[in-house]
Structure formats: structure tokens, C-alpha cells
């Protein structure tokens, strides 16, 4: 409805709720927030798996009932094996915050090349291999054709037992 349209500016990063093939048409350009929401996602990221190892609503729920019991079950992120799904600005933030807890981080991804705080990069189609190898794995992904449904029945059969996985992407 907008004729004389000549671009539009994204607050998000994702272009999947965009009518992308009718923007093209018509010659309009598009820019998205890319690296906005870098930081406050990897941080998200590393809070829920905090929250998971340090059994957060464990003590919380005891804080409130003045309960003040141990709980020997807590697991520490140092030295665990993280794969990071998808290893654009978003999932590398998340290595940078997991490699500084001491973390093996590694990278599953289109472009297998190294890249900063990673300590391995691996191509998408060792995913499978990657996931039998980690404690925590990271989902950064935007929402394509080709990512759509990667995380699915057959993959998450190849987890580790007691293996986090946490979902940051579309």
C-alpha cells in the first residue's frame, strides 16, 4: 500500500516475518538490527544454563521457606564441552562468555572456518557427531529454509544424557 516505499529498518534481526520475495519486487531495500541484540542473547543464554547448573529454583523456593539445606547436586559450566549452533555475531558472544567460564566451545556452522573463542568450528553436517560430544548446546540460528526443523526427534536423540540445551534463535 505504501507506492513510493523505499526501504524499510528492521528493530530485529530476523527477516522471517517479512514478505521478502514482494520487498525484492519492488526494489525495496531492507536492513535488519544486526549485532543489537548480540550482547543481551548470549547473556540470556549463559544465565539459563546458570540458573539450570546452580539449581536457582531450588534455593530460591528455600529462601522463601526460611529452609536453609545444601544441595551437593550442582554442576559448574568450567570445563564442560558447549556447541554453538550457528556462529554469527549471536553465537559468537555466547563462545566469548562461555570460553571465559572456562568451557570447551565449539562451533557448528555454514562457514567451517576458525573464528575468535571458538575452539574447534565444525561444518552443519557434523552436527549430529557434535551433539554426542556436549553438555550444553546453543541454538543461535536465524529461521531459513535450511534451519528450519534442524533440531528435531532424530537429532535430539544424539544428546548426551543430562545435556542443556538452550534456544536463543527463531
Known amino acids: ?3 513510493n516505499l523505499k526501504y524499510i529498518q528492521l528493530t530485529s534481526v530476523g527477516l522471517d516475518r517479512v514478505p521478502i520475495i514482494y520487498v525484492n519486487e519492488k526494489g525495496i531495500k531492507i536492513y535488519n538490527a544486526g549485532g543489537v541484540y548480540s550482547v ?3 547473556e540470556f543464554a549463559i544465565s539459563g544454563v546458570l540458573k539450570l547448573y546452580k539449581k536457582a529454583n531450588f534455593f530460591c523456593a528455600n529462601q522463601k521457606a526460611h529452609k536453609w539445606e545444601k544441595n551437593r547436586e550442582l554442576r559448574e559450566i568450567n570445563g564442560k564441552t558447549v556447541c554453538i549452533v550457528g556462529c554469527g555475531n549471536v553465537g559468537s558472544e555466547c563462545a566469548k562468555r562461555f570460553s571465559a567460564f572456562g568451557s570447551i566451545v565449539f562451533g557448528v556452522d555454514i562457514f567451517s ?3 575468535g573463542f571458538f575452539d574447534e568450528m565444525e561444518p552443519i553436517d557434523n552436527l549430529k557427531g557434535m551433539l554426542r560430544l556436549s553438555d550444553i548446546v546453543v541454538l543461535t540460528l536465524p529461521l531459513t529454509e535450511e534451519t528450519k526443523g534442524l533440531i528435531n526427534e532424530e537429532t535430539l536423540s544424539c544428546f548426551k544424557k543430562n545435556a542443556v540445551l ?5
Open 40 to 42: 543481551p542473547m548470549a
Open 1 to 3: 500500500e505504501f507506492t
Open 166 to 170: 538452550v534456544n536463543v534463535s527463531r
Open 113 to 115: 572456518q576458525k573464528r
